[in-house]
């Protein structure tokens, strides 16, 4: 039976600072590590520390492929103290990673729009999919690419170097301090009318709010939905079912799916049904 | 007995042990709940290598588990209140066991019931399903409002569902304990008159984690299981109670993380172990556990882990 390499270490190449609380993180890996598919994570931690116990799962920003190696991007957003401990880490350190994990993104054969839609570090997966997803569809590349890009403020907006050129970029903070004031589906909103559903296709990633937004607005259309939800884990591989998110809705009995391994990528009207993805944050 | 020689010079040692009439090729199992049906871990683990695979926690029929959030990691450690998520012992038996039956390694299904006439049915069912090598008997789940802990935090009750299975299978039964008790010898003692063949423990420690900005509880369930390495001095601790008391094999289970810690359960006297938390954080652990106790038994010249059981010397 094909045995995967369990977990690879690689070597930190560049861990920088692109917005506050934001960073890059630059790995060198062997060639042997799988390339990532768009939507895909990876379970990572410090290598040799034992302490905290869990690898944090973070999804791929970029990937390259070169002759003896490869090149790993992830950007993460410091939310607590696994990810600030990443932080800290300098060129040289070691990490251990497991994957590619997950269910990524399905980019539908010739649609003529693609639509990202991105809150805060949410645009870490949808720059992926732009870079790799939308390089490898060849002539099957949607004619016309939006990324709306939502930050908090204007220095909250990582990313947006890498993708300036690439697609259509529309950007709003909620201070309006860049772009539109106001939340991204504002944006969004504004224009969906004019949006052909049989030509369209929205990939999404971002906090909870920004999803269950999304989710009512596209009620009444039929354009389809990819969204990368995140949860917290302790395997990344469908084992312990931690990461469990609700879906079923009135009238249907609970189910819970994987985020891990069903996901992170969902059909958002698969998860939809239930409204509040069931977590803490909406039971505040 | 030399078991396999594939390095030039190098004699591995017999790790073979014997549950009941169950002869596993070595000692290292996984621990239920922590190893999904297996097959989450075949792309990253070759399941040949194992001792034995014990599969997540059965029940009758299937169970949707509890609420998120499930999980929530604490100092060298992580609580769970998963509730025993499964597909239920039929579809275990269509769906999950001919894929498992293809490796070359013991197979144990772990049951739960809320009742003792669930736990018996499943035996039953159980007891005529090929490739299912042994029984664990879970009476030690924190996280469910019924049954689990229930049945396990007493003896007259554990010996109960002890005797419930034992009447309807001739397989080995692993009788999985709660740490949550005040005299775990006791427990111990009770479930090997009833006829388990084995005692596995510890169970997770019953546990809780509060998020002080919001003030709730960071688990759904409120309360949740603690594992990892944070558990595995109590665990080896009961383990050395529970070995004193009975006569059976005990398996040793409670934040083993690396071959060093597997050792020390195995000196107090486990005659196997099982790896839990160990998976998430590195799903070869096991095979890295395995390699470090071969490495162990033959820098100390001994050819059969047997030697090892149980060889603590407490003289002072």
């Given at each position: 039976?094909?045995?995967?390499?369990?977990?690879?270490?690689?070597?930190?190449?560049?861990?920088?600072?692109?917005?506050?609380?934001?960073?890059?993180?630059?790995?060198?890996?062997?060639?042997?590590?799988?390339?990532?598919?768009?939507?895909?994570?990876?379970?990572?931690?410090?290598?040799?520390?034992?302490?905290?116990?869990?690898?944090?799962?973070?999804?791929?920003?970029?990937?390259?492929?070169?002759?003896d190696h490869c090149v790993l991007e992830i950007l993460y957003r410091v939310a607590g103290r696994g990810t600030s401990l990443f932080s800290?880490?300098?060129?040289?350190?070691?990490?251990?990673?497991?994957?590619?994990?997950?269910?990524?993104?399905?980019?539908?054969?010739?649609?003529?729009?693609?639509?990202?839609?991105?809150?805060?570090?949410?645009?870490?997966?949808?720059?992926?999919?732009?870079?790799?997803?939308?390089?490898?569809?060849?002539?099957?590349?949607?004619?016309?690419?939006?990324?709306?890009?939502?930050?908090?403020?204007?220095?909250?907006?990582?990313?947006?170097?890498?993708?300036?050129?690439?697609?259509?970029?529309?950007?709003?903070?909620?201070?309006?301090?860049?772009?539109?004031?106001?939340?991204?589906?504002?944006?969004?909103?504004?224009?969906?009318?004019?949006?052909?559903?049989?030509?369209?296709?929205?990939?999404?990633?971002?906090?909870?709010?920004?999803?269950?937004?999304?989710?009512?607005?596209?009620?009444?259309?039929?354009?389809?939905?990819?969204?990368?939800?995140?949860?917290?884990?302790?395997?990344?591989?469908?084992?312990?079912?931690?990461?469990?998110?609700?879906?079923?809705?009135?009238?249907?009995?609970?189910?819970?799916?994987?985020?891990?391994?069903?996901?992170?990528?969902?059909?958002?009207?698969?998860?939809?049904?239930?409204?509040?993805?069931?977590?803490?944050?909406?039971?505040? | 007995?030399?078991?396999?020689?594939?390095?030039?010079?190098?004699?591995?040692?017999?790790?073979?042990?014997?549950?009941?009439?169950?002869?596993?090729?070595?000692?290292?199992?996984?621990?239920?709940?922590?190893?999904?049906?297996?097959?989450?871990?075949?792309?990253?683990?070759?399941?040949?290598?194992?001792?034995?695979?014990?599969?997540?926690?059965?029940?009758?029929?299937?169970?949707?588990?509890?609420?998120?959030?499930?999980?929530?990691?604490?100092?060298?450690?992580?609580?769970?209140?998963?509730?025993?998520?499964?597909?239920?012992?039929?579809?275990?038996?269509?769906?999950?066991?001919?894929?498992?039956?293809?490796?070359?390694?013991?197979?144990?299904?772990?049951?739960?019931?809320?009742?003792?006439?669930?736990?018996?049915?499943?035996?039953?069912?159980?007891?005529?399903?090929?490739?299912?090598?042994?029984?664990?008997?879970?009476?030690?789940?924190?996280?469910?409002?019924?049954?689990?802990?229930?049945?396990?935090?007493?003896?007259?009750?554990?010996?109960?569902?002890?005797?419930?299975?034992?009447?309807?299978?001739?397989?080995?039964?692993?009788?999985?304990?709660?740490?949550?008790?005040?005299?775990?010898?006791?427990?111990?003692?009770?479930?090997?008159?009833?006829?388990?063949?084995?005692?596995?423990?510890?169970?997770?420690?019953?546990?809780?984690?509060?998020?002080?900005?919001?003030?709730?509880?960071?688990?759904?369930?409120?309360?949740?299981?603690?594992?990892?390495?944070?558990?595995?001095?109590?665990?080896?601790?009961?383990?050395?109670?529970?070995?004193?008391?009975?006569?059976?094999?005990?398996?040793?289970?409670?934040?083993?993380?690396?071959?060093?810690?597997?050792?020390?359960?195995?000196?107090?006297?486990?005659?196997?172990?099982?790896?839990?938390?160990?998976?998430?954080?590195?799903?070869?652990?096991?095979?890295?556990?395995?390699?470090?106790?071969?490495?162990?038994?033959?820098?100390?010249?001994?050819?059969?882990?047997?030697?090892?059981?149980?060889?603590?010397?407490?003289?002072?």
């Amino acid at each position: 039976m094909h045995e995967k390499i369990a977990m690879m270490t690689g070597e930190i190449i560049d861990n920088r600072c692109t917005a506050p609380g934001h960073f890059l993180m630059t790995l060198r890996l062997a060639s042997a590590f799988e390339t990532p598919a768009p939507g895909q994570f990876v379970m990572i931690r410090e290598a040799g520390r034992s302490d905290p116990l869990l690898a944090r799962p973070i999804s791929v920003f970029d990937f390259h492929r070169y002759g003896d190696h490869c090149v790993l991007e992830i950007l993460y957003r410091v939310a607590g103290r696994g990810t600030s401990l990443f932080s800290g880490m300098r060129s040289g350190d070691e990490a251990t990673v497991l994957g590619p994990l997950g269910r990524g993104f399905t980019l539908p054969a010739g649609i003529g729009r693609a639509l990202f839609v991105a809150g805060g570090v949410g645009v870490a997966p949808l720059h992926f999919l732009v870079h790799s997803g939308l390089l490898t569809a060849g002539a099957q590349r949607p004619v016309e690419t939006i990324f709306y890009l939502g930050a908090r403020s204007r220095d909250l907006l990582t990313g947006v170097e890498r993708l300036d050129g690439f697609c259509d970029l529309r950007m709003c903070t909620d201070d309006g301090s860049r772009g539109h004031r106001g939340p991204v589906t504002d944006l969004l909103k504004r224009d969906i009318d004019d949006y052909d559903p049989s030509q369209t296709a929205i990939f999404a990633c971002g906090p909870k709010p920004m999803i269950r937004t999304l989710a009512c607005l596209l009620e009444n259309t039929l354009i389809p939905c990819q969204v990368s939800l995140e949860e917290r884990m302790a395997c990344g591989i469908g084992a312990c079912l931690g990461c469990a998110i609700a879906i079923g809705g009135p009238g249907r009995k609970t189910e819970y799916r994987r985020v891990c391994e069903d996901g992170p990528v969902f059909d958002l009207r698969e998860i939809l049904p239930t409204t509040p993805i069931d977590t803490q944050e909406n039971r505040k | 007995m030399i078991a396999k020689c594939d390095k030039i010079g190098v004699d591995f040692p017999d790790l073979a042990v014997t549950i009941g009439n169950l002869v596993l090729k070595n000692p290292v199992m996984t621990a239920s709940g922590t190893f999904g049906y297996g097959e989450e871990y075949a792309p990253f683990v070759d399941l040949n290598r194992l001792g034995a695979v014990v599969v997540k926690g059965l029940s009758l029929e299937p169970r949707s588990g509890n609420p998120p959030p499930r999980i929530m990691e604490t100092p060298s450690g992580m609580l769970n209140a998963v509730g025993l998520q499964n597909i239920g012992v039929r579809a275990f038996i269509g769906e999950k066991l001919p894929f498992l039956r293809q490796f070359d390694t013991a197979l144990i299904a772990n049951i739960f019931g809320e009742t003792i006439d669930e736990y018996r049915r499943m035996a039953e069912i159980l007891d005529g399903a090929k490739g299912v090598h042994a029984i664990e008997v879970n009476i030690s789940c924190p996280n469910v409002k019924k049954g689990g802990i229930a049945f396990g935090a007493r003896s007259e009750s554990a010996a109960e569902v002890t005797r419930g299975v034992r009447g309807e299978t001739g397989l080995p039964l692993i009788v999985k304990l709660t740490p949550n008790v005040t005299d775990i010898a006791e427990i111990a003692l009770a479930v090997e008159a009833a006829g388990a063949d084995a005692v596995s423990l510890i169970n997770t420690l019953t546990g809780m984690s509060v998020d002080i900005e919001k003030r709730r509880p960071h688990l759904a369930n409120v309360t949740g299981g603690l594992s990892g390495p944070a558990i595995r001095p109590v665990a080896l601790r009961m383990v050395w109670q529970a070995v004193r008391a009975v006569k059976i094999p005990v398996v040793g289970i409670g934040g083993i993380m690396t071959a060093s810690d597997a050792l020390e359960f195995f000196i107090t006297g486990a005659t196997a172990i099982q790896v839990g938390t160990a998976n998430f954080v590195n799903p070869a652990s096991m095979l890295n556990i395995l390699d470090g106790i071969e490495e162990y038994l033959n820098r100390h010249n001994m050819a059969n882990i047997a030697e090892l059981i149980g060889s603590l010397n407490t003289d002072t």
